[in-house]
């Protein structure tokens, strides 16, 4: 994935400016970036904080890693109900 030049946080300060009345043009000027990428950011943070953001991270984190306890526990069943049907 590609490394981008803005952390979310500062990301979030852009789209904050554009919502004091600032122009899209201006603020894609002044920051360098594309209308593009200023609407991709607007569709993905509009509207969040960024204590939200932080909170959705951690979220998104906590809910990967109990996935993974999922996944390991259905191979673990598996593994069992396997040794435990066969005949010895």
Same mark, same amino acid.
């Given at each position: 994935?590609? =490394?981008?030049?803005?952390?979310e946080?500062?990301?979030?300060?852009? /789209?904050n @400016?554009? *919502? #004091?009345?600032?122009?899209?043009?201006?603020?894609?000027r002044?920051?360098?970036?594309?209308?593009a990428?200023?609407?991709?950011?607007?569709? =993905?943070?509009?509207?969040?904080?960024?204590?939200?953001?932080?909170? /959705?991270? @951690?979220? *998104? #984190?906590?809910?990967?890693?109990?996935?993974?306890?999922?996944?390991?526990?259905?191979?673990?069943?598996?593994?069992?109900k396997?040794?435990l049907?066969?005949?010895?």
């Amino acid at each position: 994935m590609k =490394k981008t030049r803005f952390t979310e946080a500062q990301i979030i300060g852009i /789209l904050n @400016e554009q *919502e #004091q009345g600032i122009k899209v043009s201006d603020l894609c000027r002044k920051h360098g970036i594309s209308d593009a990428t200023f609407y991709n950011w607007k569709s =993905k943070y509009g509207g969040m904080k960024v204590d939200e953001l932080k909170r /959705l991270k @951690e979220l *998104e #984190q906590e809910n990967a890693r109990l996935k993974r306890i999922v996944a390991n526990q259905s191979l673990e069943i598996d593994i069992i109900k396997d040794v435990l049907s066969k005949k010895w």
